[in-house]
């Protein structure tokens, strides 16, 4: 097989993400390169994340502001945003970054890129960002639909 | 129609269960293999169908279902997979150990009721 840069790895998670959201949500979400002229400021304030064990291991993201959790969540349950309740949510976006994750396992099975991973996890607070050594590959995405708005990251570790 | 929903994510048990009410059924929940077991010993006479996911802590999907399909009390309750693990060999390893059904995450609510509908034998 012949080699896949991480931002081809990007790509795959980004439009998996794509599918979970058309699938479960019925959101139709564009995905950008971050740092594109016209890429919104956002602050998140939830991020679900994973870490995967392979030839090089990696560390995966999702990060969103309050409001686009609340939104998919309810969108995804059927459950009005009011009546969610908070760990409803890191547990949401902590099962969105799981499902995501597991078509690109299968498709990378086999290869050279193959990985296990870990649980899922949350992490909750003010403008949260996740800082990474200058010299790690990494690479991310930007998703939206209307006002929703997902950040993607992954990193080797 | 009763349930058993085994999935570590509240937010799969809540799509599960909009998804057995929509079909006038009960749903009851466990949120990994250990409680599941718990769970049946207690209510494995009034339980339809079981909805197992795999990657789960202390007790994962595959380890329960194993167990379920040795104990006679419990082997003739079908189980329907429901969880993100789509490679090839995962799936007939599933289908080998006795799962009747699998649903690959992500899916349709319409999709998971037409699932639930055809593993009680209630398909179109």
Redesign the interface.
């Known amino acids: 097989m012949s080699s896949i840069s991480i931002e081809e790895i990007a790509d795959l998670f980004a439009n998996n993400l794509s599918?979970?959201l058309r699938?479960?949500a019925g959101f139709e979400v564009s995905s950008i390169q971050c740092g594109q002229q016209g890429m919104p400021e956002i602050e998140p304030s939830i991020m679900g994340a994973m870490i995967l064990h392979g030839q090089k291991d990696a560390m995966i993201s999702l990060a969103m502001e309050d409001n686009t959790a609340y939104m998919l969540?309810a969108y995804?349950?059927?459950?009005l945003p009011e009546d969610l309740e908070e760990?409803?949510l890191y547990?949401?976006v902590?099962?969105l970054v799981?499902?995501m994750?597991?078509?690109v396992?299968?498709r990378l099975?086999n290869t050279p890129y193959q990985f296990r991973?870990t649980?899922p996890f949350a992490l909750g607070g003010d403008n949260l960002k996740v800082v990474f050594k200058k010299n790690l590959q990494g690479a991310c995405r930007f998703l939206t639909a209307g006002e929703l708005e997902i950040i993607f990251r992954i990193s080797y570790i | 129609m009763k349930v058993l929903a085994i999935d570590?994510?509240?937010?799969?048990r809540?799509?599960i269960r909009?998804a057995v009410e929509v079909l006038d059924g009960n749903l009851i929940e466990a949120s990994d293999g250990i409680e599941a077991l718990e769970v049946m010993e207690e209510e494995y006479k009034d339980i339809d169908l079981i909805l197992l996911d795999w990657?789960m802590?202390r007790l994962n999907g595959m380890e329960v279902l194993k167990q379920l399909k040795a104990d006679r009390r419990f082997r003739g309750i079908p189980v329907m997979m429901v969880?993100?693990?789509?490679?090839r060999k995962n799936i007939v390893r599933a289908i080998q150990a006795g799962a009747a059904h699998y649903l690959?995450?992500?899916?349709?609510?319409e999709e998971l009721v037409k699932r639930i509908m055809e593993s009680m034998g209630k398909g179109e």
């Not at chain 1, 995804?76 to 459950?79: E, F, Q």
């Open positions: 599918k979970v699938t479960m969540i995804m349950t059927g459950i760990q409803d547990d949401g902590g099962e799981n499902i994750t597991g078509e396992k299968a099975a991973l649980s | 570590d994510s509240i937010m799969v809540k799509i909009g990657n802590p969880t993100t693990e789509s490679e690959i995450k992500p899916f349709t609510i």
